[in-house]
C-alpha cells in the first residue's frame, strides 16, 4: 500500500495546527507527514507587538516543534524553502530537496512597504521574533544614548509608528505602558518621549465599529498618544520621516520608524507559478490551489473570498486556524476517498488591546468590549489555543496569568 507523502511549509498558525490534526486523524502507516520551518520553534504572532515593546519577553512566544507533535509520526525538518515546483511536486530548500504527494503551503506573511519612499531601509517591521527583539533593543539603546550624550538628539525619544490598523494600534498601546519603565531605566524624563502614529485614513482602526475607534482613539490620546489621521508618508530617512497632511509636507526627526500597515504572502508564492490574487493563492471552496488537486494553501497565502461582501477575508489567527483544521480534514478525505468540505468560517469576533488592561472588541452576537474585559477576553481565547496545541502544561507554562492577578 502506497504511503502519500504529505509535506507542510511553515509552522506558524497554518502549519502547526494541519500538523497537529493530522496526526491525530492518521496513523502512520496511513501517510507520511514532514513539516518544514526554518525555525526550531512555532510562535505566538498575536504577541510580537507586546515583545517589541519590551513588555514580554521573547522566550514566553516561543514554542519549540518537538515539544508538540509526535515525531513518531511526523518527520520534523529544519530548514529554509527556497522554492516551490509544482509541476515536477518538488521542494527545494537550502539543505535538500523533498517531493510530495500532497502540498500545504502555510509559509506566512512578508512587510509589503510603499516603494521609493525609504521605509524599506529606514523602517522596522513587526514580522517575527527577531524583528520585534530588533525593535526593543533598538529603543533601549537610544534611550540609552540619549542620557549619556552631551549634545540630546531629540529624534532619539521621537517613535513613530506607520498604520493605525490593528497591529499599530496594539503596539502603540503597549509601548505607552512601557514607555515608563524605560524612562526609569535610563534617566529619561518622560515628558520628552513622544510616540505619534501617522494613518492615511481618515480614522484609526477604519474597519471597526465606530463607537470602537472612537474608545480607541481616546484611550490612546489620553496617555499621551499623536494620533495624526489623513497623513501620507512621503520620505523616510534615517533621521527623519515626512508625511503630507492637507497638502502640507511635515518632518519629524526621529531615529524610530515601525512600519505597521502592510503585509503581503510570502514571496515564493508568486515564484511558483500558482495562479494568485492580489498576490496570494486564489484558492477554491476546498483550500486547493487552482488546477493543482495535490495542493492546499492556508493563512497569509490564501485569498479567500467571502461570498458575502465579495472581499477577501483577513487571514488572521481566528481565520487561519479554522482554515488548517479543514484542511487537514480534506487530506485525509483526499486519502480515504471520501467527499471534501469547502471553507466556512466561523466569525467569533475581534479584540484590540490597548495595553495590558484596557482594549475594545466584538464578539459573539456583535457584543461590545470595552476596557479591561477585552484584553482578559483575548488572553482567554490565547489560552484555549495553547490547550488545543499542547494542553494544560503548555497553557500554564506559556500562558499569560499575570493578568488575573494585577
Sequence with gaps: ?????IVILGAGYGGIVTALNLQKKLNANEAQITLVNKEDYHYQAAWLHENAAGSLHHDQLRIPIRDII???KINFILDKVVSIKPEEKKIKLEDQTITYDILIIALGFESEMPENHGLEENAFFIGDINSARLIREHLEYNFACYHNEDVKNNGRLNIVIGGGGPTGVEFAGELVDRIPEICKEYDVEKALVRIIMLESEATILPAVDESLQQYATNSLASRGVEIITGATIKECNAD????????????????TKIWTAGVRANSLVIKSGLQTKDGKVAVTGEMKAPDFQDIFVVGDCANVIDQKSGKAFNPTAQITVQQAALVAYNV????????LKTFEPRIKGMVVCLGSHDGIGQIFNKRKLFGWKAPLAKRLVDTQYLLKLGGLS???????F?????
Excluded at 499575570?402 to 494585577?406: R, W, Y
Design 332 to 339: 485525509v478525505a483526499m486519502i480515504k476517498g471520501n467527499k
Design 394 to 400: 503548555l497553557a500554564l507554562k506559556k500562558g499569560k
Design 70 to 72: 509526535n515525531e513518531k
Design 1 to 5: 500500500m502506497h504511503r502519500p507523502h
Design 240 to 255: 527623519t520621516i515626512t508625511y503630507e497632511k492637507d497638502g502640507i509636507l511635515e518632518v519629524i526627526p526621529t531615529v
Design 402 to 406: 499575570k493578568f488575573l492577578n494585577s
